[in-house]
């Protein structure tokens, strides 16, 4: 049950990481009327940094070491970006997907993935281990 609710706060933080990738996306992409490339890139590099930070401190609620963890997501972010980045192009430029229905697809993949990376290998045994400054 734990498990299940440390998946709801990741769920609802990473919402407000897709409202700055959304916005900021629609933005570069509708104002600057930039490719889909940069403008998913740029979105997803903001999304990943407040997620970051908001899920280290609420989520898991973890005393890990800082440089540690962002590498570990660095790492992951190695994979995913290239593949999203990509894919998601050639879906929206090359077979002429709709530009936010590829983001929105990326997103999702991204939230599960990135949940049970972070879960699993960058908290693994430091879950709840926060101890709150009295």
């Known amino acids: 049950m734990k498990e299940s609710w440390r998946f ?46 908001l899920n280290r401190k609420f989520t898991f609620r ?13 790492v992951y972010y190695l994979i995913f970006t290239p593949i999203s980045t990509w894919g998601g192009n050639y879906l929206a430029e090359d077979l002429g997907w709709n530009e936010y229905l590829v983001t929105f697809i990326n997103m999702f993949i991204n939230l599960v993935t990135e949940f049970l990376w972070q879960r699993f ?10 101890v709150k400054a009295e």
């Open 62 to 74: 973890s005393n890990a070491n800082v440089p540690r963890a962002m590498f570990l997501v660095f």
């Open 8 to 53: 709801v706060k990741f769920v609802l933080l990473s919402i407000s990481a897709g409202v700055i990738e959304m916005g900021s996306f629609a933005l570069l992409n509708e104002l600057l009327d930039w490719p889909y490339w940069p403008s998913y890139l740029i979105a997803l590099t903001l999304s990943v940094l407040w997620n970051f930070t």
């Open 121 to 130: 290998v960058v908290y693994k045994d430091q879950v709840d281990n926060a």
